[in-house]
């Protein structure tokens, strides 16, 4: 049996939900071209909120459930020696979270499972996810992404994207008690549908707000524009924005450094940020604080993905912001507190973060999942 043969096996067996179709999800993304002119794209100033948004905390249900959080680590990545990404970081913020006992009864942390096949190929194209299950990538697409792939980095990327689906299943069954969800991996933004690059490999949120469409129409209805993804990583989610630039179900909002990668490969998301070098709480959180009630008026979302990078920390290598641990919680609440105020699910990913040593991105990384289980669950 072909490792891809393989794969295909094992996710199909791990996976608890069903997968629609491959031909269905194709069509899928192919029906939604047009893009509607209610729908804005901006690059300059943030909006004026056309009203007051009230983020007054709805009162959560006092059986909110533990906030179920995903983990991948334990599909082991070898990566060369020396390599410069730091793998060991998820592993890490899974480790700080269990140790915590404030989070006793508040947070459930369980193995990602992988995402089937189907699900990975209603977003990538079938040559690449071949090569990848294959680990026969060309050297040029080995280099974008950063790293070999390896049986166990195909195992990871299976989990990374099947950790965000199975979230975004745990919010959108009918009847369920989560309101939010969560993945100590994904937010792998970078992935094009037929290209990797920058460490991501396949684009987990994109796969899981195709599976929400397909799989959960009911829960979307009632908007034009019933997905709304926050990307505030400190790099453009390009790799989302191709993904979906013809899709009219799905508002994509990245807020990035201007200066920083992708250099070469940006693409328009609905809406960008640019944030200018050294960019500080103060900055940060201005644009957070007028974009996020902007999003919520303006495409009222049923289901909002929030890519949580925390590489906008002034400690990070490769970030070239200047917010501090502090101002990156109250960045995160204005997420949360703006989801619960409005009643819409919410699924929460990784994202960069990259100091070194990578403890202070571990502990901006535990602070999002952390404040997330003190707001969601229970107790
Ligand atoms: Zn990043």
């Given at each position: 049996?072909t490792l891809?043969?393989?794969?295909?096996?094992?996710?199909s067996?791990?996976?608890r939900f069903a997968s629609?179709?491959?031909?269905?999800?194709?069509?899928?993304?192919?029906?939604?071209?047009?893009?509607?002119?209610?729908?804005?794209r901006?690059?300059?100033a943030?909006?004026?909120?056309?009203?007051?948004?009230?983020t007054?905390?709805?009162?959560?249900?006092?059986?909110?459930?533990?906030?179920r959080?995903?983990?991948?680590?334990?599909?082991?990545?070898?990566?060369?020696?020396?390599?410069?990404?730091?793998?060991?970081?998820y592993?890490?913020t899974?480790?700080?979270?269990?140790?915590d006992?404030?989070?006793?009864?508040?947070m459930?942390?369980?193995p990602?499972?992988?995402?089937?096949i189907?699900?990975?190929?209603?977003?990538?194209d079938?040559?690449?996810?071949?090569?990848v299950?294959?680990?026969?990538?060309?050297?040029?697409e080995?280099r974008?992404?950063?790293?070999?792939?390896?049986?166990?980095?195909?195992?990871?990327?299976?989990?990374?994207?099947?950790?965000?689906v199975?979230?975004?299943?745990?919010?959108?069954?009918?009847g369920?008690?989560?309101r939010?969800a969560?993945?100590?991996?994904?937010g792998?933004?970078?992935?094009?549908a037929?290209a990797?690059?920058?460490?991501?490999v396949?684009?987990?949120?994109a796969?899981?707000?195709?599976?929400?469409?397909?799989?959960?129409?009911?829960?979307l209805?009632?908007?034009?524009?019933p997905i709304?993804?926050?990307?505030?990583?400190?790099?453009?989610?390009?790799?989302?924005?191709?993904?979906?630039?013809d899709?009219?179900?799905v508002v994509?909002?990245s807020?990035?450094?201007?200066?920083?990668?992708?250099w070469r490969?940006?693409q328009r998301?609905?809406?960008?940020?640019d944030?200018?070098?050294?960019?500080?709480?103060?900055?940060?959180?201005?644009v957070?604080?007028?974009?996020?009630?902007?999003?919520?008026?303006?495409?009222?979302?049923?289901?909002?993905?929030f890519?949580a990078g925390?590489?906008?920390?002034?400690?990070?290598s490769?970030?070239?912001?200047?917010?501090?641990?502090?101002g990156?919680?109250?960045?995160?609440h204005?997420?949360?507190?703006?989801?619960?105020?409005?009643?819409?699910?919410?699924?929460?990913?990784?994202?960069g973060?990259y100091?070194?040593?990578f403890?202070?991105?571990?502990?901006?990384?535990?602070?999002v999942?952390?404040?997330?289980?003190?707001?969601?669950?229970?107790?």
């Open positions: 049996m891809g043969a393989a794969l295909a096996t094992a996710s067996v791990a996976s629609a179709s491959r031909a269905s999800l194709r069509v899928l993304m192919r029906s939604s071209s047009l893009r509607g002119g209610g729908v804005r901006s690059f300059v943030p909006p004026a909120p056309r009203r007051s948004f009230s007054a905390a709805r009162a959560l249900a006092s059986t909110a459930p533990p906030l959080t995903y983990h991948a680590d334990w599909a082991e990545v070898i990566l060369p020696d020396g390599h410069r990404f730091p793998m060991e970081k592993r890490a899974r480790l700080a979270l269990e140790a006992g404030s989070l006793r009864g508040k459930e942390i369980v990602s499972p992988l995402a089937t189907d699900q990975v190929l209603a977003v990538h079938p040559g690449y996810v071949q090569r299950l294959d680990c026969a990538l060309t050297p040029a080995t974008a992404i950063g790293f070999p792939m390896h049986p166990s980095s195909v195992t990871r990327s299976l989990a990374s994207t099947g950790g965000t199975a979230a975004t299943r745990d919010v959108l069954t009918p369920t008690p989560h939010c969560a993945q100590i991996a994904g792998t933004h970078h992935a094009f037929d990797g690059e920058g460490f991501c396949f684009n987990d949120i796969c899981a707000a195709v599976y929400a469409m397909e799989t959960f129409p009911e829960r209805r009632g908007s034009e524009t709304l993804i926050i990307d505030l990583d400190v790099h453009q989610g390009n790799g989302t924005a191709k993904i979906f630039e899709e009219t179900r994509t909002f807020a990035h450094g201007e200066k920083n990668y992708p490969t940006k998301s609905t809406h960008d940020v944030l200018p070098d050294g960019a500080d709480d103060a900055t940060c959180l201005r957070v604080n007028e974009w996020v009630p902007f999003l919520f008026e303006t495409y009222r979302p049923r289901l909002v993905f890519q925390v590489d906008a920390l002034r400690e990070d490769f970030g070239r912001l200047g917010m501090t641990r502090a990156m919680l109250r960045r995160n204005v997420v949360y507190d703006a989801c619960v105020a409005a009643d819409v699910p919410l699924v929460i990913t990784m994202g973060g100091s070194r040593p403890d202070a991105s571990v502990a901006a990384h535990a602070d999942f952390r404040s997330a289980a003190y707001r969601f669950a229970a107790g």
